[in-house]
């Protein structure tokens, strides 16, 4: 079945504790994204990826870090979590941005 | 700044009629749109899209109408059904890599 899979999809952690949300596609898609999404906020982007090895901020990557080593793979790293990064999490891939995105079931991040 | 704004959060309509949403954008150099459609617990699915080229594009019962100079994008659904029930974002995207998405309208279509 052709999917975009996070993992986890519920996550707990406290100030400052690094950790990484896995994304990854089945569908050889080129173009790889994040977003996490607020109240009254929509989903705003936070990286983007191209291809292997091309990532590129979005609208809010402050706080986070990607990486593109594998075309199935985009992980979302948080450094050091602080609590306004409490968000819902999704990650969307395509085959090219002239194609819609296909999103993951999403990933509910609380820092405290 | 909301370069993508879905003003209305919720519209309930009667199974059988017609739902209109609406959404706005401010950047004119947006040149592909689409409509999302959101059930809880899982993420957004594609539901329609249009090239700024276009003013309409139909799939079905989903038409998208755009209008670039009112800088306003609506999604029609005719005939509403229960199903449709869900959440809706429009999108925008923007120097080809870039999408911007709105803040959602909650549609209830009433049996």
């Known amino acids: 079945e052709a999917q975009v899979t996070q993992n986890p999809r519920y996550l707990i952690t406290v100030t400052g504790k690094k950790l990484t949300v896995t994304c990854s596609q089945n569908?050889?898609?080129?173009?790889m994204s994040w977003y996490r999404q607020d109240p009254g906020l929509g989903l705003r982007q936070i990286y983007y990826s191209m291809n292997v090895e091309v990532t590129d901020k979005g609208d809010v990557p402050e706080g986070y870090k990607v990486s593109r080593k594998e075309k199935r793979n985009f992980p979302l790293i948080l450094e050091s979590p602080s609590p306004n990064q409490t968000s819902l999490y999704f990650c969307?891939?395509?085959?090219?941005?002239?194609?819609?995105?296909?999103f993951g079931n999403g990933t509910r991040l609380t820092v405290t | 700044d909301q370069q993508v704004k879905q003003n209305s959060p919720s519209l309930s309509v009667q199974e059988g009629r017609i739902s209109i949403l609406n959404c706005d954008y401010t950047n004119s150099m947006f040149d592909y749109f689409l409509w999302y459609k959101k059930y809880p617990a899982e993420g957004p699915t594609f539901l329609i899209s249009?090239?700024?080229?276009?003013d309409k594009n139909e799939d079905g019962r989903f038409t998208v109408f755009l209008n670039k100079s009112a800088k306003h994008l609506s999604l029609h659904i005719v005939p509403s059904q229960p199903g449709d029930s869900a959440v809706y974002f429009c999108a925008a995207r923007w120097r080809g890599n870039q999408f911007y998405f709105g803040t959602g309208t909650s549609l209830t279509v009433i049996p």
């Open positions: 249009i090239s700024s080229i276009k």
């Open positions: 969307a891939s395509s085959f090219g941005t002239n194609s819609p995105l296909h």
């Open positions: 569908m050889n898609h080129e173009y």
